[in-house]
């Protein structure tokens, strides 16, 4: 009878093996992308970015492809630019390889590029009520690497400020909603409070340092060398510079720390942590596999022994988190830090850069 449950639990465990291989050849099989599917005669055309297959920047197409039209509660815009975010190169390359059971097996089934975007309303359909032809606005919609680009008027959309530029607003959707909610919703954070922010010289950095600020923080940030002068021009009290020195070696306790980066351990991050404080993970290692998600299951095996809160968060788009951002912009509270631009056409290029982890704030594609 031994023997048997021993064979039993075996074979199970065999079973369990080979099932556990065959979904990881599944998950991160790849097709060819194929030739182009050519666009109908009498088509409406307008130039976009797409991708039709998983791979890196060289994978990415610059086509003609049918023009959007707007249904009745939709509003048509002409892009005048769009920002690349980490987002986009994890869809581009269908990594970590989880996302690809929600993107599609072999390749991605939206073929449609880039979410970040500002431009003037060009249509709108016949129920629309909040925007009109000619309103200048910004903010998150999938195929924002296009010419055109529609969608419902109730979804991640606001007007963009008049003090405010086409570029600086495209730069605004993802990275300073990430850094809005990571502050507010997920830590928390309170006028007074000291708050340190490690990847402050990041795209989602940038903003979390100045939303900070105009909640009453006290700000610390961590960058390199050559990005203090423009952390604290943001208005951080203090920068570290993790090439002299280590923020969790610090005297210094936090009431929140908000980690885009995660180059330090969980355990050296609590020691400088208020025992009544928080940490919030953004972000993470690069990997295809568990790499990325190491992080956040690690703070959720501690959290049961620790006092301090300590979650991982995954921003939503708003209408209503673009509308607070807009009156930041307008106010001069908030500003987008661009670190270049590319055309259209070289969003490979721009793609490729942005992988490097080198970008000093927003990177911009300016669509003429």
Not at 80 to 94: E, F, Q, T, V
Not at 345 to 360: G, H, I
Request: hydrophobic share 45%.
């Amino acid at each position: 009878m031994m023997k048997l449950r021993y064979k039993i639990l075996n074979g199970f465990l065999a079973l369990l093996g080979v099932a556990s291989v065959a979904f990881a050849v599944t998950l991160s099989y790849t097709a060819d992308c194929g030739p182009a599917p050519a666009v109908p005669a009498g088509t409406e055309t307008m130039k976009a970015v797409v991708s039709r297959c998983y791979g890196g920047p060289e994978a990415l197409e610059y086509l003609d492809v049918e023009k959007p039209k707007p249904g009745p509660k939709d509003v048509l815009i002409q892009v005048k630019a769009a920002a690349i975010n980490p987002l986009d190169y994890h869809y581009m390359r269908g990594s970590p390889y989880l996302m690809r059971l929600s993107a599609g097996i072999g390749r991605p089934t939206d073929r449609r590029m880039g979410v970040d975007f500002s431009g003037v309303i060009v249509e709108v359909g016949d129920e629309v009520t909040r925007f009109a032809v000619g309103d200048a606005v910004f903010g998150g919609r999938t195929g924002a690497f296009a010419e055109y680009l529609a969608m419902p008027e109730d979804r991640a959309l606001a007007r963009k400020p008049d003090n405010v530029g086409f570029d600086e607003a495209a730069a605004i959707p993802i990275a300073a909603i990430t850094a809005l909610q990571a502050l507010r919703d997920t830590g928390k954070l309170k006028a007074g409070e000291k708050v340190l922010i490690n990847g402050a010289s990041g795209g989602v950095g940038t903003y979390a340092v100045q939303i900070a600020k105009a909640m009453g923080a006290e700000v610390h940030g961590v960058c390199s060398t050559r990005n203090i002068d423009m952390v604290r021009a943001l208005g951080a009290d203090h920068v570290f510079d993790y090439k002299k020195e280590n923020y969790t070696e610090s005297s210094g306790e936090f009431d929140l720390i908000v980690d885009m980066v995660g180059n330090q351990s969980l355990s050296a991050n609590l020691r400088v942590l208020k025992p009544e404080g928080r940490m919030v993970l953004v972000g993470g290692p690069k990997g295809n596999w568990v790499a990325p998600l190491w992080n956040p299951i690690k703070a959720m095996m501690m959290s049961p022994f620790v006092d301090q809160e300590v979650g991982m968060m995954l921003a939503t788009l708003s209408g209503d988190d673009l509308r607070y951002l807009s009156s930041l912009m307008e106010d001069g509270r908030l500003i987008s830090r661009i670190d270049t631009h590319y055309a259209l056409s070289e969003t490979s290029e721009a793609l490729r850069y942005l992988e490097t982890q080198r970008a000093r704030g927003k990177v911009i594609i300016a669509i003429e």
